[in-house]
Structure formats: structure tokens, C-alpha cells
């Protein structure tokens, strides 16, 4: 485990953080510190606004660039106690200060004083970082409508601010929204024994479960009762159902507006302009690459499957969504002599964070110390970053379920680094299970790839967060280059020398064999086409659902009838997973982002020398000309930069059809 650090890092100022301010615990106090954020803001502006004289970027940028990074601070941490909070009082509070900075983003992006003075700087001898980023910003205040009549402006102000207003309150349903269901023993059968023994019947002998993610997945994957499976299948799919239902109709209703008065035909097209896709067409095209790439595997896949399963089944006419996991897990057992179940032991928590820590460390070549420094809940672990003897960065892990926290896996911004002035700090948000002195809190092999999945963004973040300006800085890059570092990182799991350095057995301490990684890994490539297919499907959706008049949408149909076309298991009636569907509120139209950004980290990868993949210069390369550039260059340079071309499908297609190398195994079905 990482060591103390004795020399921690400082916070920049007394209030750099909101808990610090005693945020987390008062409402009070959370709304009096976000007060002063804005306060700074738009004090910011005002000198701004105030140079005389000709304007450079020195003299306006820096001023401007101070006054958004007081925006995104209160933005931020208030986004943050948003969900996780303990308090539902500071949660609710921390929900109207995220909507009253929303308000001031939404006003500044309209602000044509501040536009003009923008325009009005020279920029020509201006660093290349500088003058994308003023590019960028002017772009963004175009695409907001800065140079529309006042009128316009008004009336966009007000539907950016129901359009916030209707997306936090979807989000904080879905958060709220966990639900239980009730068992039988009998109904657990399947479940691990560690899963079983933090499951106990009450005095009539029913057994409570969560819809969080410990509770559920396990439950999706290993029960061999198909009626629980399906129980819990219909409670987490409609956690925030019907209440979301009508906020999302509001929403999208109010985006198309907002992309009507722009000049836009859809929401999805003014959402796409400024990314590397470019337009909602790409993005089909995009995906109608997917789809031939994907249903030749995924038609196999499921004969496969569905051949195993009558074979134990006569009776069986078709499998439907409620059984798509448990079958897999049956399959994998069955062709590749691989039980996912028989690797847990192997990663409890506090090995996987410390092997995660371990892996990146190496990799990126800088030191994790533990932090003497506070954070918003006892639960939360806090770590500096230590390169070269000196502090570059700072991280906060809060990665356990609780009452009324975020029920999703993320990562989230903490304070904006900026080189010489301030540094990166950012934080993971997740629902792993805990352990205790009783209990180890085994993962799942996959949970452990998305711990590596949230350790890129986290990377990202602190290394991208040493640029010469808050709008560059961290994750300040097109919405569709974000997950490039995430599914970049995650590839490493697939590694059997960086596995076996921390998946060790929490009882014997026996490293898990090499035998036993290589058929985790036959196995994990199985299903690799459905993954592609339910990104299709998750993908189509987003985009459908903002790419048409949502006057004439109904969402029930839709969802339906787009799933229907894209995936082989049958449908479960009561499915109303839009109404939890987050990624909905933040991505938008964009969740294509996933699947494009695979392409794109797959090819990333394949530079990676695979007998050294910590040890090749691929990792010092792709630092520098990746991670450290955080937004100072479009995503497209960064592509090129570290592969000397642009991304090619190739990668992403050797991955896709690893599933079938393995054909002697698949014979038999």
C-alpha cells in the first residue's frame, strides 16, 4: 500500500474546498462558499471588461481564464457533494448551487461584451495552445448564439437554465432512486459465499437486495433462479421510473428548441459541431461501420449460446435480456473450463486499488502518497501525487456504495491545475464493494478492468492538468476524446506479469496462475461482439432520441423498437431503462463516444511493446504527447501526434474477433 507522505499537499487557499469550508455537513456553508466563487467570477469579468487599451493575451485572456476556473471550482465540488453528500439537505443544497453556476455558464457563453473582448485580442505571436484555446472558446460562444439579438439571447438563457434544471433532477432520481427486492434462500442459489453471508434472512426468512451494483450484478451473472433474475432486472431498470419519464420528454423538447433557435435541424447536429465527429450524419456513418464490423460475431455469439442453453433446456424457445449475463457465465465455465467466480478471491479490494496504483505509478512514472489532507466523507482516501520529489497533483478515491450517493462508476474534477498557479486535483466516484474485517470485498475481474477504466480519466485529469490555462487544462478536450484514456489504461488488465503482481489469493496468498489469467482471458473475449451491439444500441438510442421531433417520440417504442433491431435476446417487457439512463443528461446525443474512443485507444495500445508494456518508451510518448496536453491541442492532433497517422480500425477489429482464435474450444458447441 502506498506510504504516508509527510509533506502533503497544501491547499492553495483556506477555501480551495468546499468541505474544508465545512461544505459537506452544512448547507449553510456549502452555499456561502460557492457565493464566493461567484462572487470571484464575476469579479473577474468585470476587470475583464475594464482594460483600456489594446487587448493581448496577458492582459484579458488571463483575466478571463482566472474568472471561468473560479466557475469551474464552484461547478466542480458542488457537482460533487451533488452526489455524494451523506446529508440529503447539503445534497439538495449542492443541487441548486450546481444549477446557479449552470445559470452563470449559461449567461457568460451569451455574454457578447465578454465575446468582443475576446475577438478584440491578437493573437497572432500568441502560443499555439493559446490560440486554440481562444479559437475553441470563440467557437463555443458561437455555437451558444453570443451573436444573436438580445431577445434570442434571452430567451436561450432561459431554456439552457430548465434544460439544467430538468437534467439534475433527472440525475438526482436516478441517484435516489434505488429500490430492493425480497428472496427467498433457495433464490440465492448460485450467489458466492461471500455474497451470501453479507445476505442474511430476516426473522421470516426473506432475504433483502439492493439494485446497487454489489448487490445486483452478481445477482444478474450467478442466480440460477430465473424469476429473481427477472425481479431484479425490472427494479433497476425502472429506479427512477415514471417520474423521469416526463422530465426526459421536457428535456429533449427543450433541446430541440434550443437547436432551432441556433439554426440547427437537431440537437444531436449542434451537439456534434465541435467535436471530432463533426456532425450527427458522421456518427451514423460511425455506426453503420459498427454494425457490419459487429453482427457476423454477435449472430455466432448468440447460436452459441442459445445451443448451450438447450442443451440443458430442451424446452427453451429463446433467451431474453433478464438471462443474457447468466448464460454467458454458463458458456465461459463450459467452453473455457473458466468460472468468473473462481477469481475473486484473488482480487479483493484493497489489492486491486493497490495494484491500480502500482500499474500507474510505473507506467507514468511518478509516486502515490497518502494524504494527511481531509475529504467530504470518512469514507474517502486521499492521495498525492509526487513526481521527482515534488507534489504535482491530488486525488480523492470514494469508491463504496452509501445511502443517497451516486449509484455509477466516474470520475469527476476537483480543482482545475494550472501550471505555476494552481495544481490538478480530481476524484473517484464509485460503488465497488467494501469489505471489513470480516469480508475481503471481492470484485469481479470486470470490476477490476473498470477501476483501471476510471484510473485513466483519473490519470488524465492530473497529468493533463499542468497547462498554461484552466480552459485547457485536464479533461478540457472534444467530448469524444474523453474515453481514449480510459479504455486505453484498461487494456493493461489483459497483461499476465502486471496481474500477477497484485492478484494474489486473500487467504493462501497463492498469485494467481498463469493458466487461470489465460482462460480468464479466452473467456473475457467471448461476448466482445454483444458488447459492440448493446454500444450500438445505447449509442442509436442517444442519438434517435435527440435527432428528431420529440413531439411525435415515443419513448416506450423507441426503446423497444430500436433494441429489437440491434440485439438478438428477446426483450423484457417493463424495461424503462431510459428513465436511468444518466449518461443521457451529461453526453447527450454523444454516447457514441465509447465505441469511437475504443477505436481509437485500441490503436493506442497496439504501440505498446506487449513484453514490456511498462517499461517501453510507448508510455513516456504517450504521457507527452496525450495526457500532458490535456485540452492545448484538438483531439485529432494528439491522434497523430503519438501514432503518426490517424487511427486506423484495424486494432479494434483484431479485438473484436480475438473471441473466435480460440476455435477448439467452440467446436464442441
Same mark, same amino acid.
Not at 17 to 34: I, Q
Given at each position: 500500500m502506498p506510504a504516508e507522505n509527510p509533506a502533503s499537499l497544501a491547499p492553495a487557499a483556506e477555501e480551495l474546498h468546499a468541505w474544508d469550508a465545512g461544505g459537506a455537513t452544512s448547507?449553510? =456553508?456549502?452555499?456561502?462558499?460557492?457565493?464566493?466563487?461567484?462572487?470571484?467570477?464575476?469579479?473577474?469579468?468585470?476587470?475583464?471588461?475594464? /482594460?483600456?487599451?489594446?487587448?493581448?493575451?496577458?492582459?484579458?485572456?488571463?483575466?478571463?481564464? &482566472?474568472?471561468?476556473?473560479?466557475?469551474?471550482?464552484?461547478? &466542480?465540488?458542488?457537482? /460533487?457533494?451533488?452526489?455524494?453528500?451523506?446529508?440529503?439537505?447539503?445534497?439538495?443544497?449542492?443541487?441548486?448551487?450546481?444549477?446557479?453556476?449552470?445559470?452563470?455558464?449559461?449567461?457568460?457563453?451569451?455574454?457578447?461584451q465578454v465575446y468582443d473582448a475576446l475577438v478584440a485580442m491578437d493573437v497572432s505571436g500568441a502560443s499555439p495552445a493559446t490560440q486554440h484555446f481562444v479559437q475553441r472558446t470563440l467557437l463555443s460562444y458561437r455555437l451558444a448564439g453570443v451573436n444573436k439579438d438580445q431577445a434570442t439571447r434571452d430567451h436561450l438563457q432561459s431554456l439552457h437554465e430548465k434544460a439544467t434544471h430538468l437534467s439534475l433532477d433527472f440525475s438526482r432520481n436516478i441517484q435516489e432512486g434505488g429500490k430492493t427486492i425480497e428472496a427467498t434462500a433457495a433464490e440465492l442459489d448460485g450467489l458466492p459465499a461471500d455474497y451470501l453471508a453479507r445476505h442474511q434472512p430476516n426473522t421470516e426468512g426473506r432475504i433483502t437486495i439492493s439494485t446497487d451494483q454489489p448487490d445486483m450484478q452478481p445477482v444478474m451473472t450467478f442466480a440460477t433462479s430465473g424469476v429473481l433474475r427477472e425481479r431484479m432486472f425490472l427494479a433497476y431498470n425502472t429506479r427512477a421510473y415514471p417520474a423521469n419519464k416526463q422530465i426526459l420528454m421536457d428535456l429533449l423538447a427543450t433541446r430541440q428548441e434550443i437547436a432551432t433557435v441556433l439554426g440547427f435541424r437537431s440537437w444531436a447536429d449542434l451537439a456534434t459541431a465541435d467535436q471530432m465527429m463533426g456532425s450527427g450524419a458522421n456518427v451514423r456513418t460511425f455506426l453503420a461501420k459498427l454494425d457490419d464490423a459487429s453482427l457476423e460475431g454477435a449472430r455466432r455469439e448468440h447460436e452459441l449460446i442459445l445451443s448451450f442453453a438447450r442443451a440443458g433446456q430442451p424446452e427453451l424457445a429463446a433467451i431474453d435480456i433478464t438471462s443474457r449475463a447468466y448464460w454467458y457465465e454458463q458458456f465461459r465455465r463450459s467452453a473455457f473450463d473458466f468460472d468468473s467466480q473462481s477469481v475473486r478471491p484473488y482480487f479483493p479490494y484493497a489489492q486491486v486499488e493497490a495494484g491500480v496504483l502500482q500499474t500507474a505509478a510505473r507506467l507514468f512514472k511518478i509516486e502515490f502518497l497518502r494524504s494527511t489532507a481531509t475529504g467530504w466523507h470518512a469514507d474517502v482516501s486521499v492521495f498525492d501525487v509526487i513526481e521527482d520529489g515534488k507534489a504535482v497533483g491530488r486525488f480523492y478515491l470514494d469508491m463504496h456504495p452509501r445511502e443517497g450517493?451516486?449509484?455509477?462508476?466516474? =470520475?469527476?474534477?476537483?480543482?482545475?491545475? /494550472?501550471?505555476?498557479?494552481?495544481?490538478?486535483?480530481? =476524484? #473517484?466516484? @464509485?460503488?465497488?464493494?467494501?469489505? !471489513?474485517?470480516?469480508?475481503?470485498?471481492?470484485?469481479?475481474?470486470?470490476?477490476?478492468?473498470?477501476?483501471?477504466?476510471?484510473?485513466?480519466?483519473?490519470?488524465?485529469?492530473?497529468?493533463?492538468?499542468?497547462?498554461?490555462?484552466?480552459?485547457?487544462?485536464?479533461?478540457?478536450?472534444?467530448?469524444?476524446?474523453?474515453?481514449?484514456?480510459?479504455?486505453?489504461?484498461?487494456?493493461?488488465?489483459?497483461?499476465?506479469? #502486471?496481474?500477477?503482481?497484485?492478484?494474489?489469493h486473500f487467504q493462501t496468498g497463492e498469485i494467481l496462475p498463469v493458466e487461470t489469467i489465460r482462460?480468464?482471458?479466452? =473467456?473475457?473475449?467471448?461476448?466482445?461482439?454483444?458488447?459492440?451491439?448493446?454500444? #450500438?444500441?445505447?449509442?442509436?438510442?442517444?442519438?434517435?432520441?435527440?435527432?428528431?421531433?420529440?413531439?411525435?417520440?415515443?419513448?416506450?417504442?423507441?426503446?423497444?423498437?430500436?433494441?429489437?433491431?440491434?440485439?438478438?435476446?428477446?426483450?423484457?417487457?417493463?424495461?424503462?431503462?431510459?428513465?436511468?439512463?444518466?449518461?443521457?443528461?451529461?453526453?447527450?446525443?454523444?454516447?457514441?463516444?465509447?465505441?469511437?474512443?475504443?477505436?481509437?485507444?485500441? !490503436?493506442?495500445?497496439?504501440?505498446?511493446?506487449?513484453?514490456?508494456?511498462?517499461? @517501453?518508451?510507448a508510455g513516456s510518448r504517450y504521457r507527452k504527447t496525450v495526457l500532458e496536453q490535456g485540452g492545448s491541442k484538438p483531439g485529432r492532433q494528439m491522434v497523430r501526434d503519438f501514432l503518426g497517422r490517424d487511427e486506423e480500425f484495424q486494432a479494434f477489429s483484431s479485438w473484436l474477433n480475438e473471441e473466435f482464435e480460440s476455435e477448439a474450444a467452440l467446436a464442441r458447441f
Amino acid at each position: 500500500m502506498p506510504a504516508e507522505n509527510p509533506a502533503s499537499l497544501a491547499p492553495a487557499a483556506e477555501e480551495l474546498h468546499a468541505w474544508d469550508a465545512g461544505g459537506a455537513t452544512s448547507a449553510e =456553508a456549502l452555499e456561502a462558499w460557492v457565493a464566493a466563487r461567484l462572487a470571484a467570477h464575476e469579479a473577474g469579468l468585470a476587470a475583464l471588461l475594464a /482594460v483600456e487599451g489594446p487587448r493581448t493575451p496577458e492582459n484579458s485572456l488571463r483575466l478571463y481564464d &482566472a474568472a471561468i476556473n473560479q466557475l469551474n471550482l464552484a461547478g &466542480a465540488q458542488a457537482g /460533487v457533494l451533488n452526489s455524494v453528500a451523506a446529508d440529503k439537505a447539503v445534497r439538495d443544497q449542492a443541487q441548486q448551487e450546481a444549477q446557479r453556476v449552470a445559470m452563470a455558464a449559461s449567461a457568460l457563453s451569451l455574454n457578447r461584451q465578454v465575446y468582443d473582448a475576446l475577438v478584440a485580442m491578437d493573437v497572432s505571436g500568441a502560443s499555439p495552445a493559446t490560440q486554440h484555446f481562444v479559437q475553441r472558446t470563440l467557437l463555443s460562444y458561437r455555437l451558444a448564439g453570443v451573436n444573436k439579438d438580445q431577445a434570442t439571447r434571452d430567451h436561450l438563457q432561459s431554456l439552457h437554465e430548465k434544460a439544467t434544471h430538468l437534467s439534475l433532477d433527472f440525475s438526482r432520481n436516478i441517484q435516489e432512486g434505488g429500490k430492493t427486492i425480497e428472496a427467498t434462500a433457495a433464490e440465492l442459489d448460485g450467489l458466492p459465499a461471500d455474497y451470501l453471508a453479507r445476505h442474511q434472512p430476516n426473522t421470516e426468512g426473506r432475504i433483502t437486495i439492493s439494485t446497487d451494483q454489489p448487490d445486483m450484478q452478481p445477482v444478474m451473472t450467478f442466480a440460477t433462479s430465473g424469476v429473481l433474475r427477472e425481479r431484479m432486472f425490472l427494479a433497476y431498470n425502472t429506479r427512477a421510473y415514471p417520474a423521469n419519464k416526463q422530465i426526459l420528454m421536457d428535456l429533449l423538447a427543450t433541446r430541440q428548441e434550443i437547436a432551432t433557435v441556433l439554426g440547427f435541424r437537431s440537437w444531436a447536429d449542434l451537439a456534434t459541431a465541435d467535436q471530432m465527429m463533426g456532425s450527427g450524419a458522421n456518427v451514423r456513418t460511425f455506426l453503420a461501420k459498427l454494425d457490419d464490423a459487429s453482427l457476423e460475431g454477435a449472430r455466432r455469439e448468440h447460436e452459441l449460446i442459445l445451443s448451450f442453453a438447450r442443451a440443458g433446456q430442451p424446452e427453451l424457445a429463446a433467451i431474453d435480456i433478464t438471462s443474457r449475463a447468466y448464460w454467458y457465465e454458463q458458456f465461459r465455465r463450459s467452453a473455457f473450463d473458466f468460472d468468473s467466480q473462481s477469481v475473486r478471491p484473488y482480487f479483493p479490494y484493497a489489492q486491486v486499488e493497490a495494484g491500480v496504483l502500482q500499474t500507474a505509478a510505473r507506467l507514468f512514472k511518478i509516486e502515490f502518497l497518502r494524504s494527511t489532507a481531509t475529504g467530504w466523507h470518512a469514507d474517502v482516501s486521499v492521495f498525492d501525487v509526487i513526481e521527482d520529489g515534488k507534489a504535482v497533483g491530488r486525488f480523492y478515491l470514494d469508491m463504496h456504495p452509501r445511502e443517497g450517493k451516486d449509484k455509477w462508476f466516474s =470520475a469527476a474534477p476537483i480543482v482545475t491545475g /494550472v501550471r505555476d498557479r494552481s495544481l490538478p486535483e480530481a =476524484a #473517484l466516484i @464509485c460503488n465497488f464493494p467494501k469489505g !471489513d474485517e470480516n469480508d475481503p470485498g471481492l470484485l469481479q475481474y470486470n470490476d477490476v478492468v473498470t477501476y483501471f477504466h476510471e484510473f485513466g480519466h483519473l490519470m488524465h485529469a492530473i497529468l493533463g492538468g499542468q497547462t498554461e490555462w484552466a480552459g485547457l487544462s485536464g479533461f478540457a478536450t472534444e467530448g469524444d476524446f474523453i474515453e481514449v484514456p480510459s479504455q486505453m489504461l484498461e487494456e493493461f488488465f489483459r497483461d499476465e506479469k #502486471l496481474l500477477q503482481a497484485f492478484a494474489k489469493h486473500f487467504q493462501t496468498g497463492e498469485i494467481l496462475p498463469v493458466e487461470t489469467i489465460r482462460k480468464m482471458k479466452l =473467456a473475457g473475449a467471448f461476448g466482445r461482439a454483444d458488447w459492440v451491439r448493446s454500444q #450500438l444500441y445505447y449509442t442509436t438510442l442517444s442519438l434517435d432520441l435527440h435527432d428528431q421531433d420529440p413531439a411525435a417520440l415515443d419513448l416506450d417504442d423507441t426503446t423497444k423498437r430500436l433494441y429489437e433491431s440491434l440485439q438478438p435476446w428477446t426483450w423484457f417487457e417493463g424495461n424503462r431503462m431510459y428513465a436511468s439512463f444518466g449518461h443521457l443528461t451529461g453526453y447527450s446525443s454523444n454516447y457514441y463516444t465509447y465505441a469511437f474512443d475504443k477505436v481509437i485507444a485500441l !490503436d493506442f495500445f497496439g504501440q505498446f511493446d506487449p513484453a514490456d508494456l511498462l517499461g @517501453c518508451d510507448a508510455g513516456s510518448r504517450y504521457r507527452k504527447t496525450v495526457l500532458e496536453q490535456g485540452g492545448s491541442k484538438p483531439g485529432r492532433q494528439m491522434v497523430r501526434d503519438f501514432l503518426g497517422r490517424d487511427e486506423e480500425f484495424q486494432a479494434f477489429s483484431s479485438w473484436l474477433n480475438e473471441e473466435f482464435e480460440s476455435e477448439a474450444a467452440l467446436a464442441r458447441f
